[in-house]
C-alpha cells in the first residue's frame, strides 16, 4: 500500500520489490482523486462531491482511466477506489467530499464510471466502505461508528452502488470499520 512518497522514489521501489518476488505482487494506493491523493508533486483530479455533480458520466470514466494509467506508469496494479459511499449525512468528517453524493443511483452512476476506468487500464479497482459509511458522524479512523438503519434501508440506499458495482464484476469491495446491528 502506497501511502506517500515521491513519483521516482515510488517507481524505483515498486520495481525493485516485483523484480525480487517470485509472484507478482499486488500494489495499491488510495488513488480516489488520482496519484495526488497519495503522492506528492502529482495534481489531484477534482473530489468526487464535484464529479458527483456533472451529468456526463464519460467524463468520470474518462478520468478513471486516467488515474489508472497514472497507476501504472509507477507500477501499480490495485486503487481502493471508488468511494461507493452514499453521502447521507453532510455532517460526516470521513466521507463528505469523497462522496459523488446524496443520490444512490447518481453515486453508483459514477461509481461504476469511475471503476470501469480503471479495470479499462488493467488496475484492479476496490470499491469501498461497504456496507454504506454515509450516515455515521464520527471518525472511523478514531471509533467504531454506529449504523443504526434497518436492513431494509441498508439495503435499498446504503449498500445499492455496490450492488451495482458487484453485478458489474469490480475486482473487489473494501468493507468499513462500522458497526451495522441490522447485519
Do not use: C
Amino acid at each position: 500500500l502506497v501511502m506517500s512518497g515521491s513519483p521516482a522514489k515510488t517507481a524505483r521501489w515498486i520495481n525493485d520489490f516485483q523484480q525480487t518476488s517470485s509472484i507478482p505482487l499486488l500494489v495499491a494506493a488510495d488513488a480516489e482523486s488520482g496519484l495526488g491523493f497519495r503522492i506528492d508533486s502529482v495534481p489531484e483530479f477534482p473530489a468526487a462531491q464535484n464529479l458527483g455533480a456533472i451529468r456526463d458520466n464519460e467524463l468520470v470514466y474518462r478520468m478513471g482511466r486516467h488515474i489508472g494509467q497514472q497507476l501504472k506508469a509507477l507500477g501499480m496494479n490495485m486503487s481502493f477506489a471508488p468511494v461507493a459511499d452514499v453521502n447521507t449525512n453532510h455532517f460526516n468528517p470521513v466521507i463528505n467530499m469523497r462522496s459523488f453524493g446524496e443520490n444512490w443511483e447518481n453515486v453508483a452512476a459514477k461509481a461504476l464510471a469511475f471503476a470501469r476506468g480503471l479495470q479499462d487500464e488493467r488496475i484492479a479497482a476496490v470499491a469501498k466502505h461497504f456496507p454504506g459509511h454515509g450516515e455515521p458522524s464520527g471518525d472511523s479512523h478514531r471509533m467504531l461508528p454506529l449504523v443504526q438503519h434497518p436492513a431494509a434501508r441498508l439495503d435499498s440506499v446504503e449498500t445499492y452502488p455496490f450492488t451495482v458495482l458487484s453485478d458489474y464484476g469490480i475486482a473487489g469491495i473494501m468493507s468499513g470499520h462500522l458497526n451495522v446491528p441490522a447485519y
